[in-house]
């Protein structure tokens, strides 16, 4: 199978930076897009940022300018670069990957368990 661990996460006083990391490992062929995700106490899952396999990126709107995803793909690993954090931004933080096991198999959808980010005022 594959596992997905992320790390990074914290406590951060508003205006600061973090930097998380999901480092992908097990049956792996290939992955393809990668993102972010995250969850707020009581609300629901929200997307944050995803990468393709090529590296093309997208952000969610409250998070463009501030955050940067990047991959290394020889790693299997996906960076989120977070600054200007604001308390907004606090919550678990998710990692998820499309990943092809074998050549020619269909992908299946692999979720990080969550690092918490929280952001003091």
């Known amino acids: 199978q594959v596992q997905l661990v992320e790390s990074g996460g914290g406590l951060v006083q508003a205006g600061g930076s973090l930097r998380l990391s999901c480092a992908a490992s097990g049956r792996i062929f290939s992955i393809n897009a990668m993102g972010w995700y995250r969850q707020a106490p009581g609300k629901q899952r929200e997307v944050v940022a995803g990468?393709?396999?090529?590296?093309?990126?997208n952000y969610a709107d409250s998070v463009k300018g501030r955050f940067t995803i990047s991959r290394d793909n020889a790693k299997n690993t996906m960076y989120l670069q977070m600054s200007s954090l604001k308390p907004e931004d606090t919550g678990v933080y998710y990692c998820?990957?499309?990943?092809?096991?074998?050549?020619?198999?269909?992908?299946?959808?692999?979720w990080g368990q969550g690092t918490q980010v929280t952001v003091s005022s």
């Open positions: 998820n990957a499309r990943v092809v096991i074998n050549y020619g198999s269909f992908e299946y959808d692999y």
């Open positions: 990468i393709t396999s090529g590296g093309s990126t």
